[in-house]
């Protein structure tokens, strides 16, 4: 049996919206369930009022959570809403693509109508993919329930060593204080993720002056050792952080004595020279 060639799909679409534009509804319907695209298919049905035969039909055909959230928006707009959560909630069982995606719209729709689901559906978004914004969402819906969840949540970001979480790691711990656990997180980062490590090491200069100085002053003498002037932005960024630390552990004498001796070792450099005899720097 031949395969469908790969713009199949593409030419299907462009038949479907030719067919919308026309009016040619059941023509529509013919061609949505023959070319596989039960998105468009339920989506249609919905729009035409034939609100329980989409949802019968979603029932038998519905396989993915895109096409649970396609047709959920579609009967949200139509007024049906407590149709569209049902069809929600049964595509967050779903495996596949935009799971995130349902998660988050499924929550913000139930609130107001099933704060349970609304609080569920919320985790599951986080579980997915951890932020600090969905974090601070279930502390609003969990209310009274939020100290038990609160600890549930953290351990799961403790125990997640994905890269993608790494972010929202950084983040909630600093949220939260946990400054020892927001290090941990950042403490092997590339410099290139400057952007998380910064926070951290701003918040931990009076919790952990020690990491700050060893941390900071072994990225800003990488940058410095490579000899590219464009970077040395970037080292002096750090070297503000090393000072801080030296201050805050009253040290002003030790940080002196490190700025000269980069002065030394680099005096041939004039730019970062010039750059180290900041105001700020001294």
Do not use: C
């Amino acid at each position: 049996m031949l395969e469908a060639p790969d713009f199949a799909d593409d030419l299907a679409w462009i038949r479907l919206n030719i067919l919308e534009r026309q009016g040619r509804h059941q023509e529509y319907l013919y061609l949505a369930e023959a070319e596989g695209q039960t998105d468009r298919y339920l989506q249609m049905l919905a729009k035409l009022g034939r609100t329980e035969e989409a949802i019968a039909q979603a029932h038998q055909q519905m396989s993915t959570p895109g096409e649970a959230l396609a047709l959920a928006q579609t009967l949200r707009e139509q007024g049906e809403l407590e149709q569209a959560l049902k069809i929600a909630t049964k595509g967050l069982a779903l495996d596949g693509h935009d799971q995130y995606q349902l998660a988050v719209w499924t929550s913000e729709l139930a609130e107001g109508m099933d704060q349970e689901i609304a609080l569920q559906s919320r985790l599951k978004a986080f579980q997915l993919q951890p932020s600090l914004p969905d974090y601070l969402k279930l502390k609003e819906l969990a209310g009274q329930r939020w100290a038990s969840l609160q600890q549930d949540l953290l351990t799961q970001l403790r125990q997640d060593s994905s890269y993608l979480g790494t972010e929202a790691k950084a983040t909630i711990f600093l949220e939260e204080g946990l400054i020892d656990d927001a290090i941990a997180t950042v403490t092997q980062l590339s410099s290139y993720q400057s952007d998380l490590i910064h926070p951290v090491m701003d918040a931990a200069v009076t919790h952990r002056p020690d990491w700050v100085i060893e941390n900071a002053r072994r990225r800003a003498e990488s940058i410095m050792n490579e000899g590219k002037a464009q970077y040395y932005y970037y080292a002096i960024n750090w070297l503000r952080r090393v000072r801080a630390a030296y201050l805050q552990l009253g040290q002003q004498e030790e940080w002196k004595r490190y700025r000269t001796a980069l002065l030394q070792a680099h005096a041939r450099k004039r730019k970062l020279v010039s750059m180290l005899q900041q105001r700020d720097l001294t």
